[in-house]
């Protein structure tokens, strides 16, 4: 777990050097490095389930684990009643407005929100 936030500042770092439009999520992967995925919908969904925006490989993701919504300046992150939860910045959340570089639990995967510019 360490190794994927540590993957996920450095990655964040180096995003956030850039110039960013959309509001981003940065997945951090358990063999290092990461991969962007850009807010560009008012609703992204994420979950386990392969019909997800955003599609997360682990069993410790519910099929329809969250959904973040982009309600004008506001981005807001909902958990679906998933089984293990979501957590922000190392507390459990049903529904939360995200800040920039907020660090995203969802079961094992590790993701860093960037408010973008």
Do not use: K
Not at 15 to 28: C, D, F, G, K
């Amino acid at each position: 777990m360490e190794s994927a936030v540590n993957t996920v500042a450095v990655a964040a770092t180096a995003a956030s050097e850039q110039l960013v439009s959309p509001p981003q999520l940065i997945v951090a992967s358990p063999r290092g490095g990461g991969r962007l995925f850009a807010l560009l919908r008012a609703t992204t969904r994420i979950g386990r389930d392969l019909g997800n925006d955003l599609v997360l490989n682990s069993d410790l993701v519910s099929r329809r684990h969250a959904v973040v919504r982009i309600e004008g300046d506001v981005v807001l992150l909902e958990d679906l009643d998933s089984s293990n939860g979501t957590w922000v910045n190392g507390a459990r959340v049903r529904r939360r407005v995200l800040s920039d570089r907020d660090l995203i639990e969802f079961g094992e995967c590790v993701v860093r929100f960037l408010r973008g510019r």
